[in-house]
């Protein structure tokens, strides 16, 4: 077995088809989250009618119904269902009603693939990728979310911030103290925290989203306070270059809202990955 797998080539396999399987439920995540959570906020609003019919009627969560067709709910072949391969042979197109499907799913899909496929090349098969295959997944969908909805839901980056934690103690990152995790969590959230209050007492708008100060925490948690001030300038600094070239090109008007979460995402990654420079 250890033969096997020993070779880096077989190593990247082997990552690139965990990582596309695992992609292909991060899909279902990005998809049915915001709606189940929608669904409920509705519900408790008590405002059950006129709802969304993908979200409106019976039962709707990760595992419930079947996958599906989002537009005509023809179920799902399992040969029309392969991460990435079903994509590529029905050329971007449902087989159902030939509709174009949302290039999230080849993205999520392939950017897992690659991304997994490289951490286990970068630290083998150890208990260290693992996490960081847990970390890769959950920031993907995070991103992948906000990106769609401007939403970090707590269902997500909460449990992330408690791994994170967690594998601290557990020792999952040799070079991590539990301590600097702890400290990582608490600075990350009050840093944005006092941004936001700062910001909002300043220009009476807010600027970010709870949501935000949560996945700083997590990646305080994950990475220790040391690496808050990089991963706070590469996210800073990658969502000010985007918001200039979406402006520039008429794509975002001022004043007009932008997710952050993807920027803060692919910081948090990077830090994780390459660590501090
Ligand atoms: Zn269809």
């Known amino acids: 077995m250890a033969e096997l797998l020993g070779g ?14 695992l992609g292909s439920f991060l899909n279902v995540v990005a998809h049915r989250l915001p709606r189940q959570l929608d669904r409920e906020s509705r519900a408790w609003a008590r405002d059950l009618l006129a709802l969304d019919p993908e979200t409106g009627d019976g039962t709707y969560n990760l595992a419930w119904p079947p996958s599906h067709c989002p537009r005509c709910k023809q179920p799902l072949r399992w040969f029309h269902n392969l991460p990435l391969v079903s994509w590529l042979a029905l050329r971007g197109q449902s087989a159902c009603c030939r509709q174009p499907i ?10 897992m693939g690659l991304m997994t496929a490289f951490l286990f090349l970068r630290f083998g098969l150890t208990v260290e990728a693992l996490a960081l295959v ?5 920031l993907l969908a995070l991103a992948a979310i906000d990106g769609e909805w401007q939403l970090l839901p ?11 934690l967690l ?27 006092s941004l936001y209050w700062g910001h909002r007492l300043l220009t009476k708008r807010e600027g970010m989203g709870y949501g935000d100060f949560k996945l700083l925490s997590a990646g305080g948690a994950w ?5 808050l001030p990089q991963v706070a300038l590469l996210a800073a600094a990658s969502g000010l270059a985007y918001a200039l070239t979406a402006r520039l090109r008429g794509r975002l008007d001022p004043g007009q809202a932008m997710p952050f979460g993807p920027f803060l995402a692919a910081a948090i990654w990077l830090t994780a990955v390459f660590g501090v420079r």
């Open 8 to 21: 880096p080539s077989s190593l990247a396999l082997l990552g690139a088809l965990l990582g596309v399987i």
């Open 102 to 111: 949302a290039l999230r799913y080849p993205l999520l899909e392939g950017a």
């Open 134 to 138: 847990l970390l890769t997944g959950t």
């Open 154 to 164: 707590d269902t997500l980056t909460l449990p992330l911030l408690w791994l994170g």
């Open 167 to 193: 594998g601290a103690v557990l020792g999952w990152t040799p070079a991590l103290h539990t301590s600097d995790a702890i400290i990582g969590a608490a600075a990350g959230y009050l840093s944005l925290w």
């Open 223 to 227: 990475l220790g306070w040391q690496a």
